[in-house]
């Protein structure tokens, strides 16, 4: 087994944009594919290795880029403010999400019958974002996201089965965000779950997680990982 990786350009609304394809070499034929989208700091390591854990389970990776090619934070106040902007046109975040999964569908290892979505904190959201524009994905995963709507109607109905990794304490998204999104999911006739942790915060998987409200949390990460392992097996047996 050897895991590659190759980074791949694609087009998008204010692009170009440059994620990274990780796959496992030893592997013959297509394989299910999973998007994994970055938390505010943008595509890094963390996703790569999230990616890499992925092909040695036999899927496909592609760890995707919604900022633009060369536009990777230094700090956290740059990558707040890339955020913001990427965000802050909700129908160009999502024609940035469409096109990603438009490039993990164009790689030749990708089984494109068969694709998921996972994103971590600002990858979570986009996760969402996702699935509530009807895209034709199996399933979509978000790891402590936020949950604020689009200021427009989702697709009716959301096609993607939805899990959602939650610390019960998270200060971005209190119990009342977190009810309303399971409204909204329950209106848009979605499949979903919610998998909350108690004593968690917000970027519970991160390790190198600080601040208010934000820490590394084991428990939860080890915990929502084996679920996500779970969703991915009934997704595609």
């Excluded at 965000?87 to 290892?109: C, V, Y």
Aim: net charge negative; hydrophobic share 40%; charged share 20%.
């Amino acid at each position: 087994m050897t895991i590659q990786t190759r980074p791949v350009e694609h087009d998008g609304p204010g692009g170009p944009f440059e994620g990274v394809y990780i796959w496992d070499d030893a592997v013959s034929g297509p394989r299910p594919g999973v998007l994994v989208f970055p938390n505010v700091m943008g595509l890094k390591a963390f996703d790569i290795e999230c990616g890499k854990a992925l092909a040695a389970q036999g899927y496909v990776a592609f760890a995707a880029d919604v900022y633009g090619k060369g536009r990777r934070p230094a700090d956290r106040e740059s990558a707040f403010a890339l955020m913001q902007e990427a965000g802050g046109d909700r129908k160009i975040l999502q024609g940035r999400l469409l096109a990603s999964l438009a490039a993990i569908r164009a790689q030749p290892e990708t089984d494109a019958a068969r694709v998921a979505a996972i994103g971590f904190c600002f990858g979570g959201k986009c996760v969402l974002d996702l699935a509530r524009s009807g895209a034709d994905v199996d399933g979509v995963a978000s790891f402590h996201g936020v949950y604020d709507p689009p200021p427009f109607a989702n697709a009716d109905p959301i096609r993607a089965r939805l899990i959602v990794f939650h610390g019960w304490d998270d200060p971005l998204c209190p119990p009342e965000a977190t009810v309303a999104l399971a409204r909204e999911l329950t209106a848009a006739g979605a499949d979903w779950q919610i998998h909350a942790y108690g004593h968690t915060g917000h970027a519970f998987t991160s390790p190198e997680a600080s601040g208010p409200g934000l820490a590394y949390q084991p428990d939860a990460d080890r915990r929502s990982w084996q679920a996500f392992g779970n969703f991915l097996g009934e997704l595609w047996g």
